[in-house]
C-alpha cells in the first residue's frame, strides 16, 4: 500500500512537472520602430536614333532627306565602317548609375526568293533556306566603337546565340551615371565577309539589335 | 552532447549558404533597334546567246574570215561585274586542236588559236549600265589542208563574272 502510494505521488509530481514547464512567466516589454522604408532605385535605359533615321541600317530610306543614310545592298566584302557608321545614343534614364554591358541580336524574318522565313519556324524551313540563312549569319559582322574605340566585333551568329560583353580591349566598360555622364553615343557598323559565298545572293535578313545594361558592379 | 550541437549548427549554417550561393541577381535593362535591314545583291550574267548568230559559219575554207560581230551581254542583277570570256575544250576534232586550228580574234587583240584562247577579260558592266559589248571574229588559216575538208565543231563559249572588288575570278 505504501508503495503505492509513493509511486502514485511521483506520478503526480512528473505530471506536474511537465505541466508546469509550459507555464513559466517573465517579466517583458517591447519597443517598436517603425516607418523604416526601403526603396528600390530603377535601372532604365533608353536608345535613340538621335538625328538619324531609324533603323540603324536600311537598304532605302526612301528618296526624301534621309536618302545619303542608304545602306544599298549588301554583297561580299561590303563594309559600313569609320564615318559611314550609325549612331545611336543610350541614356540613363534610372536613378541606379547603369553599365552598359552586352550586346545581342534578334532576326525576326529572313527572306529568300521573296519568301519570308519566321525564325520561329526555322526547323520546318527549306534545306537551302537554312544554308542560305548560316552563311548569312556566319558572314555579316557588327562593329561597335565609341570615340574611336572598339567595343565589339564579331559575327551575327554570334550576337544571335549569345549576349557578347561590350567592353573595350582593356577591359573597359561604359558607366553610364544619372547626372552629368548619363549618355553615351555608340558607333554602329557592319562588314559583310569576302568569305561569304554565291549562297547569300538575294537574301535579306531583318533584325532587332539590343543594348544591355545593368547596375553597376 | 555539445559536439553534437555545434556540429549540427555549423551544418545548418554551411546548408544555408550554399543555397544563398545561386541566388545572385542585378537589375538589368536593354534598349533596341528594331527591324534593321541587311539585304543582299544578286549578281547575274545573262546568256548572249549564239555568238555565232546570223554570222555565216557554213562552208568554210581555208583563208576564210566572218565578219566582225558585236556581241552584248547583259547584267541583269543588282551588283556590277567584271566579265571574262573563254572556250570549252573539245577533244579530237580538227578545227579545235588540229596544226592549224580555228582561230578567234577578241575585240583589238590579234587572232589566236581557239584552243589557246585561255581567258580573256572583256571589262566591268555596271547594274546600273545593265549592258556591255564586246566583238568576236573567227578565220580559218589559210594553212589548212584537205584534212579539214567536211568537218564542223560546235563550240561553247564559257562568260564568268564576278564582283570587281574581287581579285581573282572565284567564288
Redesign the interface.
Known sequence: MKIKLSILLIAVMIIGLIGGIGTYAWFSDRAVSSNNTFH????????D?TTEP??????SYGDGYYSNYD?G?????KEILGTNCRN?T?ENT?T?N?QI?GLSAEI?VFKKDSTDYLIENIDSWPEDVKQSYDE?VQN?SIVVTNIGSKYYEGTLKSLITDIQPLERSDGYVIMLNTTDMKRVNLN?G?V?STEA??K????????????????E? | MKKKVLLSVLLVGLLAFGAGMGTFAWFTDTATSNDNVFETGTLTIDDPGELTAQMTVDNIYPGWTSDEKEITVTNSGSIDFKYRISVEALTDNILYDGATPLQVKINDGAYVNINELGNVELGEITAADDTGTFNIQFKLPEAANNDYQNQSATFTFAFDATQTENDGWTE
Do not use: C, E, R
Not at chain 1, 545592298?73 to 566584302?77: H, I, M, N, T, V
Open positions: 528600390a532605385g530603377t535601372l532604365t535605359i533608353d536608345g536614333n531609324s533603323p540603324l541600317f536600311k537598304t545602306v545592298l549588301w554583297y561580299p566584302g545611336y543610350i534610372g541606379l547603369a554591358s525576326t548569312f555579316l554602329f557592319a559583310m559565298n554565291n547569300i545572293q538575294g537574301v535579306s535578313a531583318t533584325v532587332n539589335i539590343i543594348i544591355h545594361a545593368s547596375q558592379k
